[in-house]
């Protein structure tokens, strides 16, 4: 761990709350994953349990009712709603459905009547993971813009992964300019983005391999954007930090969704932070701390999968970095009850 790192990581540390007997259910985080589909169930799960692990109080995933089925048997700790729909998968369903309650039908495959149904919730929220296990259904699709629009008008912060970044490939002024956005491209992903936004690739020079996330960034107008990698670069075209802690040298897929719900949960502890639940010095300005909350989402992140590959090694898979969240909290963080002048 640089020096650099470990200044930046005791700015994090002062975004998380310590457990004081007067705080009650829900105020140190309420989280919601959108995501999940018939073919994708593993994701939003991963995501949401990452995040109560660490340390959110409520951790809920929002899913179509296939998926829900499933997701339900994983963990009784989060709490699933089966509000999505998809578009039928076969002609036969599409048929047979269509000879039903032509009500009931359009309640299910019109996005504004589904958004309808879960933009309520955003006010129960504190903090959104949009895309595991999303697909790219067209209704999932366009649903998930609707909802996005609405958690914006309510100032929430959101973090956009996997298949939620093909909508800003598509249109990428659905998030620009909005500063509590948080995109999560892998290798791939970025290129899509990059290509999308007319950013063109360019040979890597020597004190420039953060140029092309920071102009990602200030191409979307300022949202956040965590370029993953052997070191993770995150920019809003400001501010750029690198985080170079060492992590598992096994690429399972999946560990992008314990990166998605850390983050939530930082964010989630930013809302409280910033609300004044418990007493700080030299309080950090809000503009400051989405960053700062990507990064500790980051850290545990890359931690979890290093403390993983130490068990399993190639084995490795992406249930085994949701066994280290907590540990991974402890090694970078300590216990942070025990600094007692923070109280």
């Given at each position: 761990?640089?020096?650099?790192?470990?200044?930046?990581?005791?700015?994090?540390?002062?975004?998380?709350?310590?457990?004081?007997?007067?705080?009650?259910?829900?105020?140190?985080?309420?989280?919601?994953?959108?995501?999940?589909?018939?073919?994708?169930?593993?994701?939003?799960?991963?995501?949401?349990?990452?995040?109560?692990?660490?340390?959110?109080?409520?951790?809920?995933?929002?899913?179509?009712?296939?998926?829900?089925?499933?997701?339900?048997?994983?963990?009784?700790?989060?709490?699933?709603?089966?509000?999505?729909?998809?578009?039928?998968?076969?002609?036969?369903?599409?048929?047979?459905?269509?000879?039903?309650?032509?009500?009931?039908?359009?309640?299910?495959?019109?996005?504004?009547?589904?958004?309808?149904?879960?933009?309520?919730?955003?006010?129960?929220?504190?903090?959104?993971?949009?895309?595991?296990?999303?697909?790219?259904?067209?209704?999932?699709?366009?649903?998930?813009?609707?909802?996005?629009?609405?958690?914006?008008?309510?100032?929430?912060?959101?973090?956009?992964?996997?298949?939620?970044?093909?909508?800003?490939?598509?249109?990428?002024?659905?998030?620009?300019?909005?500063?509590?956005?948080?995109?999560?491209?892998?290798?791939?992903?970025?290129?899509?983005?990059?290509?999308?936004?007319?950013?063109?690739?360019?040979?890597?020079?020597?004190?420039?391999?953060?140029?092309?996330?920071?102009?990602?960034?200030?191409?979307?107008?300022?949202?956040?954007v965590l370029q993953k990698g052997g070191k993770?670069?995150?920019?809003?075209?400001?501010?750029?930090?690198?985080?170079?802690?060492?992590?598992?040298?096994?690429?399972?897929?999946?560990?992008?969704?314990?990166?998605?719900?850390?983050?939530?949960?930082?964010?989630?502890?930013?809302?409280?932070?910033?609300?004044?639940?418990?007493?700080?010095?030299?309080?950090?300005?809000?503009?400051?701390?989405?960053?700062?909350?990507?990064?500790?989402?980051?850290?545990?992140?890359?931690?979890?999968?290093?403390?993983?590959?130490?068990?399993?090694?190639?084995?490795?898979?992406?249930?085994?970095?949701?066994?280290?969240?907590?540990?991974?909290?402890?090694?970078?963080?300590?216990?942070?009850?025990?600094?007692?002048?923070?109280?």
């Amino acid at each position: 761990m640089s020096s650099a790192t470990k200044e930046i990581l005791g700015l994090v540390r002062q975004l998380i709350p310590p457990m004081l007997e007067r705080f009650h259910k829900g105020q140190l985080g309420r989280i919601a994953v959108i995501g999940g589909s018939e073919d994708y169930t593993g994701a939003p799960y991963f995501s949401a349990m990452a995040s109560a692990r660490l340390g959110c109080d409520l951790s809920h995933v929002i899913c179509t009712p296939t998926a829900a089925t499933v997701i339900k048997t994983y963990s009784p700790n989060i709490m699933v709603h089966p509000l999505m729909r998809s578009l039928p998968s076969s002609p036969a369903k599409s048929a047979g459905e269509g000879k039903g309650d032509d009500a009931h039908h359009r309640h299910d495959t019109d996005p504004k009547e589904i958004a309808n149904r879960i933009i309520p919730m955003l006010s129960r929220l504190h903090v959104l993971v949009i895309g595991p296990g999303l697909g790219r259904d067209p209704l999932m699709q366009e649903t998930v813009g609707l909802v996005i629009k609405a958690a914006q008008e309510q100032n929430m912060p959101m973090v956009l992964d996997a298949d939620a970044l093909l909508l800003i490939c598509n249109d990428p002024d659905l998030v620009r300019g909005y500063k509590q956005a948080i995109l999560t491209p892998n290798v791939v992903e970025f290129e899509r983005l990059a290509k999308a936004l007319n950013i063109e690739e360019e040979v890597a020079k020597e004190g420039s391999e953060t140029d092309r996330v920071e102009r990602l960034a200030r191409e979307l107008g300022g949202v956040m954007v965590l370029q993953k990698g052997g070191k993770d670069h995150l920019s809003n075209g400001t501010v750029t930090y690198s985080v170079d802690l060492q992590g598992g040298r096994k690429r399972s897929g999946g560990q992008g969704d314990t990166l998605t719900g850390s983050i939530a949960t930082f964010l989630g502890w930013r809302k409280a932070y910033h609300e004044g639940l418990w007493e700080v010095k030299n309080k950090l300005k809000e503009e400051e701390t989405v960053g700062l909350a990507v990064f500790g989402g980051s850290v545990i992140t890359r931690e979890c999968s290093r403390l993983a590959f130490a068990k399993r090694g190639r084995s490795l898979q992406a249930s085994d970095l949701t066994d280290e969240v907590h540990t991974a909290f402890l090694n970078i963080f300590g216990e942070v009850d025990e600094d007692v002048s923070r109280l």
